[in-house]
């Protein structure tokens, strides 16, 4: 074998290791490029759980408050009205009020005195839904009225 076949081989088999090598850290760089996000996206999405978990929380806390607001109000100073004129309907609207009714009833009152309101209580920052704006709008143009029902039962 030659001398320059010898050179030529050993430079072959030089760029192959030192190509072989330079790939090996190049690979091992990447990897630990790769594994840092994803321990960086692993950390991200356990703060995320939490947040969510405590939004949640947070938000059930509301929602229980507000249905506990809305079977005790007729029992709460801000109640202007007398607990047995008030009707719990809970949806779409909370409570339908006959105000004068309990009054009528007794003998007490006249019959024009009664009065029906609708009340949705809210608390917190609650607003009303699309639907009971929708209802509050009706009863505001006036498109209320009230019908009887005759069932007829034939034995």
Do not use: W
């Not at 001398?3 to 081989?9: D, F, K, P, R, V």
């Not at 609207?93 to 003998?107: E, K, T």
């Not at 143009?141 to 005759?150: A, H, I, N």
């Amino acid at each position: 074998m030659s001398i320059g076949a010898a050179i030529l081989i050993g430079i072959v088999l030089g760029a192959l290791l030192t190509f072989l090598l330079m790939s090996s850290s190049r690979n091992s760089r990447i990897k630990a490029e790769y594994e840092r996000y994803i321990a960086e996206l692993e950390l991200e999405h356990q703060q995320q759980l939490v947040k969510a978990r405590r939004s949640s929380v947070n938000t059930s806390r509301a929602v229980l408050k507000g249905k506990m607001a809305e079977q005790f109000a007729p029992l709460l100073p801000e109640f202007q009205y007398l607990p047995s004129d008030a009707k719990f309907l809970g949806d779409p609207v909370d409570y339908i009020i006959f105000d004068g009714y309990s009054d009528f009833r007794d003998g007490d009152g006249r019959a024009e005195d009664i009065d029906v309101i609708f009340i949705d209580i809210k608390s917190g920052g609650a607003r009303l839904s699309k639907g009971q704006q929708a209802i509050a709008e009706a009863i505001a143009q006036g498109r209320v009225r009230f019908e009887t029902l005759r069932i007829n039962f034939e034995d």
